[in-house]
């Protein structure tokens, strides 16, 4: 799915910007899962639920109320939802990350993996783009 150039320069800055990666209908399903969280969280004030390996699921931000929603951050979304698992494992976003380094798609395959997500707008509005950082 890369070229050399890509994974070179995945290497060499630590991220790398690939267009075109979700479809549309990915996005609105991922968004659907998400926006559904959202509306649960309404009922938490803190970090809440639970993983398979005992962290936080869902952490909501310091202003966040049930008025004003801020889910900040989903722990290991592919246990909870088979879009987000279906992504993980067999989309263009799973080929990605394989063409970089085995290890890293892995690491975002694997329970282990989080969902930060800043959305604005709708589905349609948002580019079908992914952006993988190096953490080190």
Request: glycine share 0%; hydrophobic share 30%.
């Given at each position: 799915?890369?070229?050399?150039?890509?994974?070179?320069?995945?290497?060499?800055?630590g991220f790398l910007v690939v267009e075109n990666v979700l479809s549309t209908e990915d996005i609105s399903a991922l968004l659907e899962d998400f926006n559904g969280w959202v509306e649960e969280s309404r009922k938490h004030t803190q970090a809440y639920g639970e993983t398979i390996d005992g962290r936080a699921r869902f952490d909501v931000d310091h202003d966040h109320s049930v008025d004003h929603p801020s889910l900040r951050r989903v722990a290991s979304p592919a246990e909870i939802s088979d879009t987000y698992k279906r992504i993980a494992l067999e989309s263009k976003v799973a080929s990605v990350l394989r063409s970089i380094d085995w290890r890293l798609w892995r690491s975002f395959s694997s329970w282990q993996n989080q969902l930060q997500i800043a959305s604005y707008g709708d589905a349609s509005e948002m580019a079908p783009r992914l952006s993988i950082y190096a953490t080190q």
């Open positions: 799915m890369l070229e050399q150039w890509q994974i070179d320069k995945y290497n060499e800055d």
